[in-house]
């Protein structure tokens, strides 16, 4: 009877293992994935809609913008070249057409981070399973288009999915992002960072940028600004990180 129930004991302690073996391949698969093959998907796919963006506009962009002119300085106000435009935002040059309205979750610009090596789509939106997972860059619907006057806010994954934002921390004031539409090619430069804040923040991307939870963060004046988000800390979705930055040169393409 001792020998039978030690048998028992083995047999049932060994198919416990057998189990806990297996909960761990299965998490371990489920990390692989989440963690390497949805960047890898994300990637890839965003590689791809961005030589798309770039063979529908007809032609790469020259990766070197030329510096705002005496005729079309970026002020606080708008350009010096809008003053009789009425388009904020808009370089007034010859062949210069209004820009139609982005469609829903649809790319329609790329942004680029020199110092990070970031070429990533930007679309309409900010959903996940529509632009953030597919390892876009997400346009906060209602702020500011490149280049216009107010606030161009925009959000991407820092891990996983592609994740675009992984490194934007390491940014510093100087430092620029280039936003290409099919109409122009936009630079900014970062200006401030927002270390944390929460998800509910919402006063980081108005039109004059500033925290509602860190009044003593952003800006009090209007411009033309950039604003980036993304969550912090890595691997979590508790609180947001913000990247804001100014124009300080635009060209059409």
């Known amino acids: 009877m001792q020998r039978r129930g030690r048998v028992r004991l083995a047999r049932g302690l060994w198919a416990g293992a057998e189990v806990l073996v297996t909960c761990g391949v299965v998490v371990l698969l489920l ?147 280039e936003v290409v539409t099919r109409d122009g090619v936009y630079v900014y430069a970062v200006d401030k960072a927002l270390a944390r804040t929460t998800p509910r923040d919402t006063g980081v991307i108005n039109s004059v940028p500033r925290s509602a939870v860190r009044p003593a963060a952003g800006y009090s004046a209007a411009g033309h600004y950039l604003t980036m988000t993304t969550c912090t800390p890595e691997y979590s979705s508790k609180y947001r990180l913000v990247v804001w930055g100014k124009l300080t040169s635009m060209r059409p393409r």
Do not use: C, M
């Not at 990766?63 to 007034?92: F, I, K, L």
């Not at 979750?105 to 981070?113: E, M, P, S, T």
């Open 31 to 177: 990390v692989v994935h989440q963690l390497w093959w949805t960047n890898r998907q994300a990637q890839e796919g965003a590689e791809r809609r961005v030589r798309a963006l770039e063979q529908e506009w007809g032609r790469a962009p020259d990766p070197t913008p030329e510096p705002a002119t005496e005729n079309d300085t970026v002020t606080e106000g708008g350009t010096e070249a809008e003053a009789g435009s009425g388009r904020a935002g808009e370089p007034v040059r010859e062949g210069a057409r209004e820009p139609s309205p982005p469609r829903w979750d649809q790319a329609y610009a790329v942004l680029r981070i020199p110092r990070l090596g970031v070429v990533a789509p930007v679309a309409e939106g900010v959903g996940k399973r529509g632009v953030l997972d597919k390892g876009y860059v997400g346009h906060y619907p209602g702020t500011a288009q490149p280049g216009r006057a107010g606030n161009f806010a925009v959000a991407g994954h820092r891990n996983t999915h592609g994740e675009p934002f992984r490194y934007i921390n390491r940014l510093r004031p100087g430092d620029t992002v």
